[in-house]
């Protein structure tokens, strides 16, 4: 067939299965965090990258810190910490500055988030330089898994799809299992009426953005492994993200899951079939084209307005 | 050797190197050129300075390119404005930000030579930035210095371009790579933008007519865009020879990321690439590029004294970590190149000193000597390196000079 | 009945104090700005206003019908696209391009190795042809998301992001098609309309010109708009949407007819850009500029169109001032003033006038009128300002405005009602 071997088809098929797995894991922890922030909190936070730059940076840090005492073959646990817990930081900061003051007004967070970003942006180019770095990989993250000699499964990929299913498997024990993501759910559904029985939905605003935050953080900490590291980063992933978050119905996380499984599969195969700057332009025209008939995403949950 | 002492000597040395490149005119006193003189034409030339311009991206997604530009341009100028200035008259620098948009380099460019009249501009990195100033830059007869290697397709009597052209760049390049590989078969890859384009349908037509190679296929990323496993995927099925790559930005470093985690590092391919440069090791990390190979006219590594001088001053200036690529030593040649044109013209005024310009040889190039031609660009060596894990290429092929080239017969 | 009162009792120019405003502003614009700035800063100017129509759209799209689109460097480009592909035909005549392989064609089609000119380019050899299609092909375009999306009630948040989706797709097909758009280069090296020369002095100020009567045109048609019934309704769709559909208007309707009217402002806009600066690049069709023009309008203040002219005016001269002194702050200053002018100042520079106007009590006699405006052209833009106020008394926290909106709705016979008069209704 085309002149290749069944062999060789057999092993793309296989790798081309791969990183269409490798790209929804890609985008699901893109889009984590903001299935939280924007799913269920209607803060349109378009400094998500930036918070995935944090974490980067942070990886970054780490990197060169582990390089110079020793234990660079292990830094990435604690990279992955740090980044969360820095990112939740900010996020738990900028809240209490800025998002709490306009829940009630979800377009004019989307342009205060936006300035906020330009400000991060900065902040990164003054502190790190405009230039990109790179976080040094331990030895055992790079090359590749090999089942057989023909197949070859990047180890990062593995890495990242590892760490999605860990933080997909957190986000969904504490959104349905923990007494906070009951407190986030009731708020969540009826403000008012959660106040009313005792929730500080003040409180509760505040931990589920920042932890939104956070799991920025951790995706692009993982991110450090597949590309780069700049001031800008973040601005590559935005769009990305939103796409997913809405595609999937902003307020379900199963649906988030879905979306990127479906948006990650289509891009995968459409650029290996086509250019992949068409593959990704024909991929945005379907979502937008669903999304035209079906503005509700694919897994909408009814809410109260 | 105390490290004062050392300093002190790079110090004399470097004094020397610069005597040496101004010795045209040797020491010029201003009052040897009376500014009514040098200066007919009404621009920012006093009696003891001339303002000369700076034109990049501190800001935006280029900045991370162009801010060794930025570096390289001050060093020279500062080192110029040390040795006396260009006939006895200090540069003063006025810098602008394009901020890593076009149309604003387009409106800073005219800044530039309308409100300061600015003797001369250092400026522009992506083409595209180059191709919004560049009519300003005829209007107003003003002149440009322009490092980056760039497509071609392009000559323009205001501009200078002190970096190579997509034919000095790709053809040796090539054929060094068909010969010492045995080569047939090629992958073309590259940013979705013109100079990426441009040089690959050079690359095609080279492969296919003076190589009689194949090329199996050839793939455009948008720009921006990080996942590469189905392009990977894609060139694992058809296993060419060589890729020959042109990505940029921040999908440059994704590229190779991603590309080695797949299993394709250099033992099992080859790989030539046409945009990395040591500023972009920095992002992408030395293990992910290890023994691939660039094709570029400089290299920080060279071995040459005018190299070491240049690139001890560099780090002296930006700090031990600064890494010096193509495009900034390409940057560093403007200013230079700027000094030795005004001594030959004995004139600031810029149709005088554009005419001065072609034929002059800068033979302290840090990259070696470099001849300014009649159509504005520079023929140079082009150099192939392959890179190690410390960041650096190791310089594995040096051409002959190659003149440039920037409408080429029979590629177009 | 003299024109001053004329015009003052016009429901259209907004009252007194919209007739002011607008006086004013035509002053800064035709007189003040030409006789103070060299021809370089006038055409920074000029390029500045043409940003001016897209923040105009926004007002009325944004402001009064609470549509927030990320995407009108959509239109933005499309106009100025159009308006580029005719100049750049005419700078591609065969003697001027000569030394391509194909002569007679664009320079950046002769690279990527197009040998004629592609079929939809023939058109935009005719002058009329172009200006019918700066303002029909963002219309069309504008009709055609605007219907698939109005229709289905998809608003708000939804609107915003994938009316940014679709903006990062356009600017991805520019930029990959360049055998047939210029690519991430542009349209570059635009010469001259009709053989006279676009980059001489003349031509630039006849275009500033032009530019700033095309501005006031825009503006008289969206406060005529805004006046009408149909201003009425938009805004109280905007607050209350479900009650307009349930008194039996088609919600949707309204909603495309005022998307594809931004749309073409911001096309006019754009063409207008292409004339002035002398080509046309994708950074302006994609999501960041898109977003910046929103500020613009946010800064003036979301629901005055005049105060959308000086938001746009001031932000990009703090643009080009800031960028020129200090590059490294601008992005602070930038990202600042948006996170300030939402947190503080929702109602932009109009809002800020509007306090002052109502704590001083101006424009309350006749006499006072009189003198206002020497006061106010100081020359410091943010003083001159902000000279609207039916518009901004409309303005802002929805719950606040929503308890109003039947109210306006039942005076309507009345529209031309003045806003002092409602101040006092407020207050």
Known sequence: MFGYSMADIGNIVVMQGFSGLSMFT?????????????????????AHGEFMTIGAYTTVLISKVAASYGFTDYYFVFAIAIAFLLAFAVGYFVEFIMIRHLYKRPLDTLLATWGLSLVMQQIFRSSFGAKEVSAELPEWMLGSFKPT???????????????????????????????WGLRVRATVQNRTMAGAVGINTAKVDRVTFALGCGIAGIAGAAFTTIASTGPTTGTLYIVDSFMVVVFGGAASIVGTIASAFGIAQAQSILQFFMTSSMGKVSTLLVIVTILMMKPEGLFASKLRK | MSTSNRRGFMKGALVGAMMAAG??????????????????????????????????????????????????????????NAMGGILGRKIEIIQEDGASDWPTFAEKAKKLLEKDKVAAVMGCWTSASRKAALPVFEKDNGLLFYPTFYEGLEQSKNVFYTGQEATQQILAGLDWIAKEKKA????????DYIWPRTSMKIARKHIEQHLHGTVVGEEYIALGDTQFGSVINKIKLKKPDVIYAAVVGGSNVAWFKQLNAAGLNSSKQTMLTISVTEDEVLGIGGENLAGFYSAMKYFQSQDNPENKKFVEAFKKRWGKDAVIGDVTQAAYLGPWLYKAAVERAGSFDVDKVQAALPGYTFKDAPEGPVTVEANHHLTTKLRIGQWGKDGQAKVVYTSDYIKPDPFPKGYQ | ?????????????????????????????????????????????????????????????????????????????????????????????????????????????????????????????????????????????????????????????????????????????????????????????????????????????????????????AIFLSKYIMSSKFGMLLLAMRDKEERVRFSGYDVSNFKIFIFCLAAMMSAVGGAMFTLQVGFMSPSFVGI??????????????RASLIG??????????????????????????????????????????????????????????????????????????????????????LAADSTNTATKAPRKRASKKDTGLESSKMRGAEA
């Not at chain 1, 590892?162 to 349905?176: I, S």
């Not at chain 3, 898109?290 to 203040?301: D, H, L, P, R, T």
């Open chain 3, 288 to 301: 960041v500029p898109s977003i910046e023009m929103v500020i613009f309008c946010a800064v003036g203040g």
């Open chain 2, 184 to 191: 047939k078969t090629f992958y073309l890859i590259g940013s």
């Open chain 3, 1 to 217: 009945m003299t024109l001053w009162e004329k015009m003052k009792a016009s429901p259209v120019l907004g009252g007194k104090e919209g007739v002011i405003g607008l006086a004013v502003l035509a002053a800064v614009i035709f007189v003040i700005l030409p006789l103070s700035v060299d021809i370089f800063r006038l055409n920074l100017i000029g390029k500045y206003l043409t940003y001016a129509f897209v923040a105009v759209g926004l007002v009325m799209l944004w402001g009064h019908g609470g549509i927030l689109s990320l995407g009108q460097g959509i239109f933005f480009g499309l106009g100025g696209y159009a308006m580029a592909m005719f100049l750049k035909l005419e700078a591609s005549d065969p003697e001027s391009t000569k030394i391509q392989s194909t002569p007679g064609i664009p320079d950046f089609m002769d690279w990527n190795q197009l040998t004629a000119l592609p079929w939809f380019w023939e058109p935009f050899k005719s002058l009329p042809f172009t200006l019918i299609a700066v303002l029909t092909i963002p219309a069309l375009f504008a009709y055609i998301i605007g219907y698939a999306m109005f229709k289905r009630r998809v608003g708000g948040v939804y609107f915003s992001i994938i009316t940014q989706a679709i903006a990062l797709i356009l600017s991805i097909l520019i930029v990959g098609q360049q055998g047939y758009t210029g690519g991430v280069n542009g349209m570059t090296d635009l010469r001259t309309m009709l053989g006279w020369d676009i980059r001489s002095d003349s031509a630039k100020y006849i275009l500033y010109f032009v530019n700033g009567l095309l501005l006031f045109g």
């Open chain 2, 23 to 80: 010795l045209i005119s040797g020491h010029a006193f201003a009052a040897d050129y009376p500014t009514a003189k040098v200066n007919t034409t009404g621009l920012a030339v006093t009696d003891s300075t001339v303002k000369v311009g700076i034109l990049h991206s501190a800001t935006g997604t280029m900045a991370i390119s162009e801010t060794g530009s930025i570096q390289a341009e001050k060093l020279a100028i500062e080192q110029i």
């Open chain 3, 308 to 393: 959308a002219v000086y938001g746009t005016l001031l932000v990009n001269y703090g643009k080009t001032v800031f960028s020129e002194t200090y590059p490294e702050l601008w992005l602070f200053l930038m990202g600042g003033l948006f996170i300030s002018v939402v947190m503080f100042f929702p109602n932009g520079l109009a809002g800020i006038w509007d306090k002052l106007a109502t704590k001083y009590g101006w424009f309350k006699d006749k006499a006072e009128v009189a003198k206002k405006p020497e006061v106010s052209t100081s020359g410091v833009e943010a003083q001159v300002v902000l000279t609207e106020t039916t518009e901004t008394m």
């Open chain 1, 26 to 46: 890609v985008l699901l922890l893109m889009a984590l965090g903001l299935a939280i922030i924007f799913g269920q909190m209607g803060v349109i936070n378009m």
């Open chain 1, 149 to 179: 000699p023909d197949i070859d499964i990047p180890i990062n990929g593995v890495f990242v799809m590892v760490l999605a299913a860990l933080v997909t498997f957190g986000v969904y024990m504490f959104m349905y299992k923990s007494r």
